[in-house]
């Protein structure tokens, strides 16, 4: 499959740019500042994110991307080894015919963040004229714009960012956040008040689970620091829960256990004065929503995935040097995890709400 050459006047702003992220809730959280300053720098380019089904309308009326094409990746959607490579997934005939209509699209940039060859090959594969990326997990021949990474080893928001270098912007780091509606906050407090709730209660919510196995805490130590709350505030605790999925809320006066669709959880979420959660796509949500947390970290360090708000509190427990482990832990079980206690937490709950 030949390169396309690059056009005669690199420095001509383009019409359309492609972005590549078809991983998690969080990835896409930490991608809203890149492209907000996309569309500042660029604002007649029409902006399209590559991005896996079920999360194709997470940034919705937000106005920083103009399309969204859904695409299954074996490899993004599955932690088993053999599934995430099964040569007889259907999941591979559905890649390629979204990367050949990707294809005849001819879009003029296209990005992607990761340091993994397997996203410069998509790149590559996509026919874009300009195709910017970093080479350090291989595949740097497949790009036109090889980005030099920076080596302190910064947050992903900021990974991101800097790929904006290669095209001569300036990134503005304070432009962040999501956007609601008057109506989202009028429907989150009418939802409230419905389920006994004053106008006026100091909101902490709780969100106990995380997509991957190994970064949750577990429901029995965030079920103690709610009773916590409860017994030491005179705080209304929302218990949140995953569409469709059974996670049994404290039965605590007070506490209330709510599972919502995607929009009204946001809604929802930003009446919080705190979330206390896991290293989970809702902490960032909440940073995007300018909502305090404290969360809990195990295999992952904070510094390039953390919460990024003034006010947030990240416990974790320092001595394990086998972090960062991602996805597979070596031991039975995650023990930076189990060794937090929930005083520790607690401790992080009230520093934060003192802020």
Aim: hydrophobic residues 45%; proline residues 8%.
């Amino acid at each position: 499959m030949p390169s396309i050459p690059l056009p005669e006047d690199p420095g001509k702003p383009p019409a359309s740019i492609l972005v590549v992220e078809y991983w998690n809730l969080g990835d896409l959280a930490i991608l809203v500042p890149f492209l907000k300053n996309l569309r500042r720098s660029f604002p007649r380019a029409r902006i399209s994110l590559l991005v896996r089904p079920e999360l194709a309308h997470f940034l919705d009326d937000q106005g920083i991307v103009d399309e969204f094409i859904a695409v299954r990746v074996l490899w993004g959607r599955h932690f088993n080894r053999w599934r995430k490579y099964n040569p007889f997934s259907p999941d591979w005939i559905s890649l390629v015919r979204t990367i050949l209509a990707v294809r005849r699209r001819r879009f003029e940039w296209a990005f992607s963040g990761r340091m993994d060859i397997r996203d410069n090959l998509l790149l590559w594969l996509s026919g874009a004229r300009r195709r910017i990326g970093y080479g350090v997990g291989g595949g740097g021949s497949l790009l036109t714009d090889e980005v030099t990474p920076d080596v302190s080893r910064p947050h992903r928001a900021d990974v991101w960012l800097h790929l904006l270098q290669a095209v001569d912007v300036s990134a503005d780091r304070k432009l962040d956040g999501l956007r609601l509606t008057e109506v989202d906050h009028a429907h989150a407090r009418s939802f409230l008040v419905a389920r006994g709730i004053p106008p006026n209660a100091f909101l902490i919510g709780i969100h106990p689970q995380a997509r991957i196995a190994t970064r949750r805490w577990g429901n029995e130590h965030f079920a103690e620091i709610a009773r916590r709350l409860l017994e030491t505030t005179e705080a209304h605790v929302l218990w949140f829960l995953e569409p469709g999925t059974s996670c049994p809320a404290p039965q605590l006066k007070r506490c209330h256990a709510v599972s919502l669709e995607f929009r009204f959880f946001l809604s929802v979420l930003s009446e919080c004065r705190l979330l206390v959660c896991n290293d989970s796509g809702p902490m960032h949500l909440a940073n995007l929503l300018g909502v305090p947390v404290v969360a809990v970290f195990g295999p992952t360090q904070p510094k390039w995935f953390g919460p990024r708000g003034p006010h947030d509190r990240v416990v974790i427990r320092p001595e394990f040097s086998c972090r960062p482990c991602f996805d597979y832990c070596i031991f039975d079980q995650p023990y930076c995890l189990r060794t937090i206690s929930t005083d520790e937490v607690y401790k992080a709950v009230e520093a934060a709400l003192c802020m």
